[in-house]
């Protein structure tokens, strides 16, 4: 879910972020066009202001039945995560937040601890750490959003 604003460095690449593999089904207003744009701007501010990061987004499915869309049946998301790792100074955010309308001034509501994340999705990020290393940054749970 690579945000087709960050991509404005190489035609291709902007082309490339509009493949179905790269998006999801997401509430409009209030979500992709509200919370999770700024969401995407501010990830945007911290790479200018902090340098390299890396960072994952993505669907989380709830157990059970999933809601699907359209002739296809595209399954819709339950929520949406990103988490962002900082690699020089060693810390991490993460964020879930429910597939549907949301108030952007209630964004600090949905900082998570990485490992909720790593729970919801199977996913496991910074694998490559040392398990000392990765307890450190993904336990805790942020208090605010970055600045």
């Not at 900082?86 to 209630?106: F, G, K, S, Y």
């Not at 910074?126 to 208090?143: A, G, N």
Request: proline content about 7%; overall charge negative; aromatic content about 8%.
């Amino acid at each position: 879910m690579a945000p087709a604003a960050d991509m404005a460095w190489d035609a291709a690449a902007m082309s490339e972020s509009f493949y179905l593999s790269n998006m999801v089904p997401q509430a409009g207003e209030g979500m992709n066009r509200g919370i999770w744009a700024v969401l995407e701007k501010k990830a945007r501010q911290w790479v200018e202001k902090r340098g390299e990061l890396y960072i994952y987004s993505g669907p989380i499915y709830r157990e059970g039945d999933v809601k699907t869309i359209g002739r296809n049946k595209v399954a819709v998301p339950d929520a949406l995560f990103k988490v962002v790792l900082d690699p020089a100074r060693h810390e991490a955010i993460a964020v879930i937040m429910p597939n549907r309308r949301l108030d952007t001034r209630d964004m600090p509501k949905y900082l998570v601890p990485v490992r909720e994340v790593e729970r919801l999705t199977g996913l496991e990020f910074f694998s490559t750490l040392p398990q000392e290393e990765q307890d450190r940054i993904e336990v805790p749970k942020p208090e605010d959003l970055w600045q």
